[in-house]
């Protein structure tokens, strides 16, 4: 009897363990490169706002790295050599020339062994000319005969244009409109509202790509009355490429001298998008709980 209690109490001490170091995993913070360097829009003043939300949540840790400025010569792409493997999750703040063949083969190699990627707004606009990164986006801001085009109909229903049909990228003016979440099951959205109102922000339409193995998220109607498709456009998605996700929401443009007030980037939507994104491509779970002042369908809630 009392090699059998020992025997348990082993076991359980085992056990207790086991758990114990689960949960220290469990705890370890996620690690999230932002990369940035180029871009149209104001990446300077973005990157650290991003940086900021994401670390105060207390699940990442949050490092940048920042390529050299556009035009400069091709001896300073020596020194941007980032260690994705380093990391859990690439957070791409990005939109510029493109990387150099070495760095465009390691990004490739990180997501495929299971890295995380999560793109912000323009950061689904470059590299036309990198046929993986099209792949791992399925969406971009291309002309109209670059690749096909995937939207919704008023019945939800998916409706796929070929290269050449219909209008290539763009946008019209910004203004509020509101998201609609389509794939209610997904771990990012869920408890989102349905439908919620998000702040002027530039509505997306047109964009072209493979858009193949898109699991779209959310979409918004491009309004014919501001210049726009008729059409509900993809504004999340997500893509697997090999045992990675990648993740992308068009929403949050912050333009070059734009008031913060003005920033659609404030938007409770928008940041609980991007950090429950990040640890979804991180860890395949969503634990970090939304905001209680979520948008509603009438209303837009706003950080400080």
Same mark, same amino acid.
């Given at each position: ?19 114990? =170091?689960?949960? %220290? ?22 990157? !650290? ?25 091709? %001896? ?35 997501? /495929? ?9 323009? %950061?689904? +606009?470059?590299? !036309? ?55 209610? /099951? ?28 898109? +699991? ?6 491009? =309004? ?20 990675? /996700? ?12 734009? /008031? ?34 979520? !948008? ?7 950080? !400080?």
């Amino acid at each position: 009897m009392r090699s059998q209690l020992i025997a348990f109490a082993a076991l359980m001490a085992a056990l207790l363990g086991l758990m114990t =170091d689960r949960s %220290a995993q469990a705890a370890d913070p996620i690690r999230v490169l932002i990369v940035d360097g180029q871009n149209n829009h104001d990446w300077q003043r973005t990157t !650290p706002y991003i940086k900021d939300f994401l670390e105060e949540t207390g699940r990442f840790s949050v490092y940048v790295v920042t390529t050299p400025p556009k035009g400069a010569k091709p %001896a300073a792409w020596n020194g941007f050599r980032p260690q994705f493997e380093d990391y859990d999750v690439v957070l791409s703040n990005y939109n510029g020339e493109t990387w150099p063949e070495d760095i465009r083969t390691a990004f490739e190699t990180f997501v /495929k062994r299971g890295g995380g990627v999560v793109n912000v707004h323009a %950061a689904n +606009n470059p590299f !036309p000319d990198w046929p993986a990164f099209n792949e791992m986006i399925g969406l971009a801001w291309r002309r109209a005969n670059f690749g096909d085009r995937l939207v919704l109909d008023d019945e939800g229903e998916p409706v796929r244009f070929e290269a050449g049909e219909g209008p290539g990228a763009g946008h019209g003016p910004r203004y509020p409109y509101p998201v609609v979440v389509r794939d209610r /099951k997904h771990p990012v959205v869920d408890g989102f509202p349905a439908e919620w109102m998000h702040p002027a922000d530039e509505l997306y339409h047109g964009q072209r790509g493979p858009a193949l193995n898109m +699991n779209i998220i959310a979409t918004a109607y491009s =309004d014919t009355g501001k210049r726009g498709t008729g059409y509900h456009e993809p504004m999340v998605w997500w893509i697997p490429f090999g045992e990675g /996700k990648v993740f992308t929401t068009v929403l949050g443009h912050v333009g070059r001298n734009q /008031k913060q007030e003005e920033w659609p980037m404030r938007c409770k939507g928008f940041q609980a998008l991007v950090i429950r994104g990040c640890e979804w491509v991180a860890t395949g779970e969503v634990t970090i709980p939304l905001p209680e002042d979520m !948008p509603t369908a009438e209303e837009v809630s706003l950080a !400080p």
